[in-house]
């Protein structure tokens, strides 16, 4: 009885789709992440953000963390994503946006600027 629960847990688990899955590590703050949160975040294609050997930090406003794989991590993984939205590793964001998620799973990427007089 003991093996057929750990084996219906197992296998449940692993239907799953993992952040590995999709090219990115969650790195969580004080706040654990939703499973909603989760859901949206997989939902969204990362590769603009990606770049091509360096891995970027992406930030949310509730203090968790992803950190997306590089191209050339996802490609020795074998996982797709899309080479001609691949940022080069020279040419460095202009800023640093902040992202959260609403209630409805929609995540909005908000930037801050310093305009020079």
């Known amino acids: 009885m003991i093996k057929l629960i750990l084996l219906c847990v197992l296998s449940s688990t692993l239907s799953f789709s993992t952040p590995a899955d999709h090219g990115y590590t969650v790195s969580q703050g004080t706040e654990k992440i939703t499973e909603s949160e989760q859901t949206a975040i997989d939902a969204v294609n990362w590769d603009r953000y990606r770049m091509q050997t360096i891995r970027r930090t992406i930030k949310f406003e509730n203090g968790f963390e992803i950190e997306l794989w590089s191209a050339k991590e996802m490609k ?19 800023s640093n946006p902040i992202f959260r998620i609403t209630p409805t799973g929609h995540i909005i990427e908000s930037h801050t600027y310093t305009k020079k007089k």
């Open 76 to 94: 020795a993984a074998n996982l797709p994503f899309q080479e001609d939205k691949i940022i080069t590793d020279n040419s460095a964001p202009k």
